[in-house]
């Protein structure tokens, strides 16, 4: 089964800093990669597909990247909405989270 | 306006059994995939089942394979959950999440309703 690897597992910011969350896959997923925002109490959102296709309504300042086994969701300025966990997930055969990264203020 | 609105949930002893629903709007539940995500209290979040179009189709996460069964009424704007042999780590929030149209286009897990409460215990 292939296993992914959220770092950090939390992550302290300031606003306007540039944000980087990495995810690791045990075995070469291609880019078959979605990542999620959740923030407390509240459903998870789409933010990105296919590793780096933006959602549909996603600020700009969210990229995705990567391929293989290693991925990355970037905020390039962060903003005070963006305080939340975030959430790698693959879906290349059966489909799994990575374990979360929580994005705090420092 | 996508709506996915769950229901079902409740306190169950170990062993028991759940039917969790889902009841959509605002857009045509026939034309998608349509899958159940968990998060225990606290935890991440944990894909559980999904099931194609015309329920032809239908995967699982191993922990819940051959206890678990997903299905549809399209006809109804529903989804379902069947949930039996219900275990202590089954303990989580459901949601109903809608999926794509066509594998691999588009975002796999697209549209979330606000979840319902599993919880087993004794």
């Known amino acids: 089964d292939i296993q992914m690897t959220q770092s950090p597992s939390t992550l302290s910011a300031s606003v306007g800093d540039r944000v980087t969350i990495t995810c690791r896959a045990s075995q070469s997923i291609s880019t078959w990669l979605a990542w999620y925002q959740q923030k407390p109490g509240k459903a998870p959102k789409i933010l990105i597909y296919k590793a780096s296709s933006l959602e549909t309504g996603v600020p700009s300042r969210f990229s995705g990247g990567g391929s293989g086994t290693e991925f990355t969701l970037t905020i390039s300025s962060l903003q005070p909405d963006d305080f939340a966990t975030y959430y790698c997930q693959r879906y290349n055969d059966l489909w799994s989270f990575g374990q979360g990264t929580k994005v705090e203020i420092k | 306006e996508v709506q996915l609105v769950e229901s079902g949930g409740g306190l169950v002893q170990p062993g028991g059994s759940l039917r969790l629903s889902c009841t959509v709007s605002?857009?045509?539940?026939?034309?998608?995939?349509m899958n159940w995500v968990r998060q225990a209290p606290g935890k991440g979040l944990e894909w559980v089942a999904n099931i194609k179009q015309d329920g032809s189709e239908k995967y699982y996460v191993d922990s819940v394979r051959g206890r678990f069964t997903i299905s549809r009424d399209n006809a109804k704007d529903s989804l379902f959950l069947q949930m039996n042999g219900l275990r202590a780590d089954d303990t989580a929030l459901y949601y109903c999440v809608r999926g794509w149209i066509t594998p691999s286009i588009g975002p796999p897990l697209h549209s979330w309703g606000q979840g319902t409460l599993v919880t087993v215990s004794s």
């Open positions: 605002g857009f045509t539940l026939s034309t998608y995939w």
